[in-house]
């Protein structure tokens, strides 16, 4: 009986001694497997998506296996197209970026203290400062603004500036804010080299305002000899003579006038228009102005009406508002295609007078109503009519200068009415 025992234990020991040996087996398996699952996963950890887990028999094993294979393969598609875009992301900053560098603008990029972060080479040439020496730097170390300037990177607007490296040249600077995420203001900076304009700008100014004088002084010349003409200083004159002596006359003050519409153009430019403000009254001084364009309008067989009503005073300058109103007048002769009548109105409204001139002829077309102000836009051409396009655009200017303004209604073949507002003070 004790030997059965005996043998029996012996038996259970073998037994066990089996299967533990099996599960060794089976655990060795299992933690080199996991180790080869370790490596791979290090191996892609580290970027490397070339390894994968070779097949197994095992079906658990296998599934595990084709799990992750599938993944290192999604993987590397990924990483080839996260290199195809990073490829083709640097190509489209190079293009960019030599785009920038071959404006003939220089362009900076800085924050709200004024340092600058990025510049293009235009700019470190202008400032005398190689490469990257630039960044970190404020640009006050470069620049200078005007004296009586307060800078507002908000608000910089074609602003002269004066660049100490660059001091022959002049430039101007605009700025625009960056708009980016990160609650960090920063702006750009463009600086323009506006030299060649300014030279342009110069001689056509200087070259105007010395033709415009040189031209004053034989039209001035000749409207004292026609006026001696007409006075008889030089002997009679018959009355055929006469009317072509008074056309001339009528000619030469419209040269005088169109003359001296570009020399003040140009003024408006340099200085603004000063004013000499009066107190006028309106019904009399309209009447001086149609008595003397009552020549002009009777050649084209056009009467020019104006229906009086209270005797309204406004503040402005005699001259330049008979110089508006005269414009006003001589255009609606000049562009009208009838010999329809030609009105002028006063009129009161809430804080304003109106002064309206309106005629019955060709009208303005719809496409033209919105430039007819516009510096040098002009409809004489169209009608074979002499005219610097400067007439409405200086008119503008002057009610301008006055605080008010000037409209104008049009409907083609039917009326135009130009309608002056002025403030009442």
């Known amino acids: 009986m004790s030997y059965i025992l005996n043998l029996s234990i012996i038996l259970v020991f073998l037994i066990l001694f089996l299967i533990t040996r ?10 080199d497997y996991l180790g080869t699952v370790t490596n791979t ?10 390894k994968k887990i070779e097949k197994l028999e095992h079906p658990t094993y296998q599934n ?28 489209q900053n190079k293009l960019l970026e030599s785009v920038i560098n071959s404006l003939s603008d220089g362009i900076l990029i ?37 004296e009586d300037y307060t800078i507002n990177l908000n608000r910089l607007n074609a602003k002269d500036i004066y660049i100490k490296h660059t001091s022959t040249r002049n430039f101007i600077i605009s700025s625009i804010k960056l708009t980016i995420d990160d609650n960090k203001k920063r702006f750009i900076l463009i600086i323009k080299d506006v030299t060649t304009e300014k030279e342009i700008e110069t001689l056509k100014e200087d070259f105007v305002a010395t033709l415009t004088h040189d031209l004053k002084v034989p039209i001035v010349a000749e409207a004292n000899i026609l006026n001696f003409l007409l006075d008889g200083k030089f002997g009679d004159i018959n009355d055929k003579q006469k009317f072509a002596l008074t056309n001339m006359v009528t000619s030469n003050k419209e040269l ?31 009447d001086k102005i ?29 001259l330049q508002l008979e110089r ?26 809430p804080n304003f007078i109106t002064i309206s001139v309106i005629d019955y002829g060709q009208g303005i077309p719809k496409k033209d109503i919105g430039m007819i102000f516009n510096k040098y836009y002009t409809a004489a051409k169209k009608f074979r009519k002499i005219g610097t396009g400067l007439g409405l655009y200086l008119s503008q200017q002057i009610i301008l200068a006055h605080g008010g303004e000037i409209t104008v209604e049009s409907e083609e073949n039917v009326r135009t009415e130009f309608c002056i507002k002025l403030p009442l003070f």
């Not at 099996?22 to 933690?31: E, F, V």
């Not at 149609?290 to 005699?318: L, W, Y």
Request: hydrophobic share 40%; glycine share 4%.
């Open 324 to 349: 508006v109103i005269k414009n006003l007048l001589n255009n609606a002769i000049y562009h009208s295609n009838t010999e329809k009548d030609i009105d002028i109105k006063i009129g009161e409204i």
């Open 290 to 318: 149609i008595s003397e364009t009552a020549v002009v309008a009777g050649q084209s067989h056009i009467k020019i009406n104006f229906k009086k009503s209270r005797d309204i005073k406004v503040t402005a300058d005699p």
């Open 110 to 146: 800085i924050n709200e203290q004024m340092i600058i972060l990025r510049a293009t080479p235009k700019v470190t040439d202008w400032f005398g400062v190689k490469g990257t020496n630039i960044i970190g730097r404020n640009i006050l170390e470069f620049i200078q603004f005007d």
């Open 64 to 91: 595990v296996t084709d799990s992750i294979n599938r993944m290192v393969e999604t993987l590397n598609d990924r990483e080839k197209m996260i290199t195809e875009y990073q490829t083709e992301l640097m190509r």
């Open 22 to 31: 099996r599960m060794n087996r089976r655990w060795d398996k299992i933690n």
């Open 256 to 286: 005088l006038n169109l003359v001296q519409i570009v020399l003040d153009t140009y003024k408006i430019k340099d200085g603004g228009i000063k004013l000499k403000r009066e107190n006028i009254l309106l019904n009399a001084f309209i």
């Open 41 to 50: 996963v290090n191996s892609i950890r580290y970027g490397d998506l070339t």
